[in-house]
């Protein structure tokens, strides 16, 4: 191995296992706005840097087609979680759609691509993953092109479920890594965790003092 391959392998652990950590401080202070927000950044730019060096690694290095798909998910959910605090109850920008685009595309198409090799691949885990990318992609696209004033005042459970979603990557990543002997459990049970989870934050949210709905996650 390399010594950038290395570096690089070294940079990415330790973003992913801060993350975690930071965004967790970020999720049980979700009622603290101020202290919920700057975790929140850190925790975004942690993924960033995640997200960045797994891309790095993926055209430079042995490609992993489980960190493929997560690295779309969790790069997609993070922009698209912080871009529905940004912009709240405005129109997305095309920019956006087209990222959003992209990222379906390129999701669907890899999947497709790799179902030509007869290499093996947890099925259980892209499928699920890739469901996870055309779902929250569709919905922004449906969002943007037919149904925005209909749903723009969902966007606190926009955030909710997309923030959550990142962070499900992350320990989905993390577990499936120092857990290979318990495949694909290690791998699908955070995200079921966090099911649950983005389940009981917008349901809290919903029954949330009207006044005290956009100030209690953000």
């Known amino acids: 191995m390399s010594p950038i391959h290395s570096t690089l392998i070294i940079l990415h652990v330790i973003a992913g296992t801060l993350g975690l950590g930071i965004g967790t401080i970020a999720i049980i202070n979700y009622k603290k706005a101020s202290i919920h927000k700057r975790y929140g950044r850190y925790f975004l730019w942690l993924l960033s840097i995640v997200v960045g060096s797994a891309v790095v690694g993926l055209f430079f290095f042995r490609i992993n087609a489980f960190l493929v798909m997560l690295t779309l998910l969790s790069g997609y959910v993070g922009y698209a979680g912080y871009r529905t605090v940004h912009l709240r109850q ?76 990142a962070f499900s990557a992350l320990l989905s990543a993390f577990m499936g890594t120092i857990l290979p002997d318990w495949h694909p459990y290690s791998q699908l049970g955070p995200s079921v965790i966090s099911l649950w989870l983005i389940g009981y934050f917008i349901w809290t949210q919903i029954n949330a003092p009207r006044q005290k709905t956009t100030k209690q996650i953000l």
């Open 90 to 165: 405005q129109r997305s920008t095309l920019s956006d759609v087209m990222i959003a685009l992209i990222v379906l595309l390129v999701g669907i198409g890899y999947v497709a691509w790799l179902k030509q090799f007869e290499t093996k691949w947890p099925s259980s885990i892209i499928y699920s993953t890739l469901a996870a990318i055309v779902i929250v992609t569709v919905y922004d696209l449906i969002k943007y092109f037919w149904l925005h004033n209909q749903l723009k005042n969902w966007w606190i459970y926009e955030h909710i479920y997309k923030m959550f979603s």
